[in-house]
């Protein structure tokens, strides 16, 4: 069975940084995408960052330059670097990632979430 375990939520004031990661465990065959979602109470989950296995990256507008993902495919795990944290960041953040496990088993798999809070 895939698991995927966020960590590094947090409090924080505007303008300041966290790091999110989140480790997927389990018998896995391959890692294809892994992406960030966030989603802020009363509000869909919304894609913030995705990034293939072979390192590319795609962003939501509202983050592009001020958030970064990154992966480390030797540790199964992919982060996401925010910077300048602005209030409307404020939600909870979820791990995804889509693969396989051994016998072409197709995976996609979620965290249980993160939450992040940003203070003016």
């Known amino acids: 069975q895939v698991r995927l375990m966020e960590s590094g939520g947090g409090s924080v004031q505007a303008g300041e940084s966290l790091r999110l990661s989140c480790a997927v465990s389990g018998t896995i065959r391959s890692i294809n995408a892994m992406r960030w979602y966030r989603q802020a109470p009363g509000k869909q989950r919304d894609m913030v960052a995705a990034i293939t296995n072979s390192g590319s990256t795609n962003y939501a507008e509202s983050v592009k330059g001020r958030f970064t993902i990154s992966r480390d495919n030797a540790k199964n795990t992919v982060y996401l670097q925010m910077n300048s944290l602005k209030p409307e960041d404020t939600a909870v953040y979820y791990c995804?990632?889509?693969?396989?496990?051994?016998?072409?088993?197709?995976?996609?798999?979620w965290g249980q979430g993160t939450q992040v809070t940003v203070s003016s």
């Open positions: 995804n990632a889509v693969g396989y496990e051994p016998y072409s088993k197709y995976f996609n798999g």
